[in-house]
């Protein structure tokens, strides 16, 4: 018998680099919040009503924003950790997010998720860059995780069997909770194990969330042990729906649906926790867990063309097809989260804790009773299987033994994540038992807020440079309002105002800074924002080409925040109906930055507003992609109508919602 092993790998793939941060502070969110009316919300259960109005997400801060990667792919290494036994081989990458990109069950060769032939970013996440594929972890706030891209600690622990585990944590810091992750295979056993926790060290309630996010390919059906869920489709509206048929569609499976959609399942209380997607001969995964974990979900991409576009964007031509046909097979995610719906939040109380395990592995049931038009039929046939091949009373004793080692101290590193970690715990003080934050991966971007701590003044960045991070969590704006008010501190103050709905006050903060301060474009971006966010787009457009004048006159080698800053003030001005100063930001961009897809883009609307139909259409007519568009965008496909009534080729077709011709 073999027993599990763990070991470092290096995993090569066709990859974009991630680029460099966006240095503006994210004083908006990326996506419009997700809301329900009155109408829907009566319709909820309480619960369910009360946690979806608790605690949304004001912005993306403290995070930075991920928006500097490109789409051309070159063979890159990531670092990987592998633990197998003689069952199953898994391959995590604790350097992006601790994502599962594989899990390969050895006897029959089976890959059993949708493995991403490729890395490549796309503008998924809560701030930015996010890639599909494997088993992700999704914690902070409705969406893909700020952490997608980001490092994770990772060491070996001792296993609740005896063995070896591996265990992810870090620092979540839009909730400003600690979270684990501890993976381990025990001997001889089909399923791999994931005890999850998440502290809240504060001495105030915050809010949680918490879906695990699960690829696997679109050809299956989608098994879940309920009777109806909650829709939540491309206009935005949630509704329940029966299972499985619904407007005439057997919606389980995911090629059946032309758009995309979301399906929350309503699982029963007391029922056993489980989602699973099984192929025509009813072979594929299941997911289960202990009941903490109630909810599951699917996800489909649809077979209309902007859905095969959007997979073929995430994973390249092979994975999706060519111009929209539904001959080669996609993916789709199958979800398991702590609240019934992704738009809720939990409240967790000052000093608790959150914990459940969750496995995931292969299953197999009678083709004829998955696949058969009844549906309780297919329903407990899964069910019966699960049971067979791994009882839950056994998921529930693991988990009781895996809880009594989560505070085991790591022993061996096999990576490093953020020193965001080791900055709270050593203001805070806190005691994290098995979750060690040690003041050794305190780097450069942590520094001025040590000082900060140290002597009560945040120190300036050097000479030309743009400022750092900002902390928004209320211990650092407090620590910002008794410091000097020199113009950077007033800075980093008005962004955590800002963070903590005080516009007003936020405003004042960034006018001060601004009257002492040489370098002015920081607070006149900000103040921008705020004129923008206020209904005031001629003052925004004012304060941006003034912000743009303003670091152009720095002698700035700095093309992140060059282009970054020139991006949002082009937008601004042509909002305002500015295309000649709008002209002369442009002009002054470096040809590099010019050639972009995003600034393509910008490009065509610039000529559309001076009037040069034909020169904007010359634009798509030459081609160009923008890396970072948003899901669901609609963009590329109003601007194409507004220049000619030609159908929308292919290659910018991202459309997700139904269309006024029925496609």
């Known amino acids: 018998m073999v027993v599990m092993t763990v070991r470092r790998a290096v995993l090569t793939l066709p990859a974009a680099p991630l680029g460099p941060e966006n240095p503006l502070p994210a004083l908006s969110p990326l996506d419009r919040p997700r809301t329900v009316d009155d109408a829907t919300r009566r319709a909820m259960p309480p619960e369910m009503a009360r946690q979806t109005g608790y605690e949304p997400l004001r912005t993306p801060l403290p995070t930075r924003i991920l928006d500097g990667y490109g789409r051309e792919r070159t063979e890159t290494d990531f670092d990987a950790i592998v633990i197998e036994n003689e069952r199953l081989r898994v391959t995590v990458l604790p350097g992006l997010g601790g994502r599962v990109h594989s899990l390969h069950h050895k006897p029959t060769g089976r890959e059993l998720l949708h493995r991403n032939p490729v890395f490549q970013p796309a503008a998924f996440a809560l701030n930015g860059a996010w890639f599909s594929g494997g088993i992700e972890w999704n914690i902070g706030a409705t969406g893909h995780t700020a952490l997608t891209c980001a490092p994770l600690h990772a060491a070996v622990v001792p296993a609740p069997d005896g063995g070896d ?3 992810l944590w870090e620092w979540e810091r839009l909730r400003d909770l600690p979270f684990q992750v501890d993976l381990w295979l025990p001997d001889g056993s089909d ?5 999850v926790r998440i502290r809240n060290p504060h001495e105030r309630p915050a809010p949680v969330y918490w879906w695990t996010n699960i690829a696997v390919p679109e050809d299956r059906r989608i098994l879940a042990p309920a009777d109806e869920a909650w829709h939540h489709g491309p206009a935005h509206t949630l509704r329940r729906v029966p299972v499985p048929y619904q407007d005439g569609e057997d919606r389980t499976y995911p090629r059946n649906s032309a758009h995309s959609g979301d399906w929350f399942y ?7 926790k489980w989602i699973a997607a099984l192929d025509a001969d009813g072979d594929g995964f299941v997911h289960t ?4 974990l109630r909810g599951r979900k699917l996800f489909v991409w649809g077979h209309g063309r902007g859905g095969r576009r959007w997979q073929e964007w995430l994973t390249g ?13 996609g993916y789709a995610e199958i979800q398991a989260g702590l609240a019934r719906t992704q738009l809720e939040h939990l409240k967790l109380d000052p000093g608790g804790e959150l914990s459940w395990l969750e496995a995931y592995g292969p299953l197999g049931a009678d083709p004829r009773a998955v696949h058969g038009t009844d549906w309780a039929a297919a329903r407990a046939e899964v069910a019966l299987r699960l049971e067979e091949r791994l009882p839950r009373a056994d998921v529930d004793a693991a988990y009781r033994s895996w809880r009594s080692r989560a505070d085991t101290d790591p022993g061996a590193w096999l990576a490093t994540g953020s020193g965001w970690g080791a900055l709270e715990v050593l203001r805070g003080r806190y005691e994290l038992p098995g979750t060690p934050f040690p003041e050794a991966t305190l780097g450069e971007q942590q520094e001025p807020w040590r000082e900060l701590m140290r002597t009560g003044k945040l120190p300036a960045p050097p000479p030309g440079a743009p400022p750092g991070p900002s902390l928004v969590a209320r211990h650092w704006r407090d620590m910002l309002e008794t410091a000097p008010a020199e113009p950077y501190t007033e800075y980093h103050l008005g962004v955590a105002q800002w963070h903590a709905g005080d516009r007003a006050q936020a405003v004042r903060s960034w006018e001060r800074g601004l009257g002492g301060s040489r370098v002015r474009w920081p607070m006149l971006r900000c103040l921008a924002v705020a004129d923008r966010e206020g209904g005031h787009p001629e003052r925004a457009a004012d304060r941006y080409a003034e912000a743009f004048d303003d670091l152009c006159a720095t002698g700035t080698d700095d093309t992140p925040a060059l282009a970054a800053l020139a991006r949002e003030a082009l937008d601004a001005l042509l909002v305002a109906g500015r295309p000649d100063t709008a002209r002369q930001v442009w002009a002054r961009l470096p040809a590099a930055v010019r050639e972009r897809g995003a600034f393509r883009l910008l490009e065509a609307r610039l000529l559309i507003a001076e009037g040069d139909r034909a020169g904007a259409r010359a634009v798509f007519d030459a081609g160009f992609e ?16 507004a220049l000619t009534d030609e159908p929308l080729p292919y290659r910018y077709d991202f459309r997700m919602r139904p269309r006024a011709d029925g496609a």
């Open 317 to 329: 031509p092979r994975a999706a097809g060519t111009a929209g046909e539904r001959g080669a097979p």
């Open 626 to 641: 923008v890396p970072d568009l948003r899901e669901g965008a609609e963009t590329l496909g109003e601007m194409w109508a």
């Open 289 to 292: 867990s202990t009941d903490l």
């Open 191 to 195: 399923f791999l194990y994931a005890g």
């Open 266 to 272: 309503e699982v029963p209380d007391g029922s056993r």
């Open 165 to 167: 585990m591996i265990r």
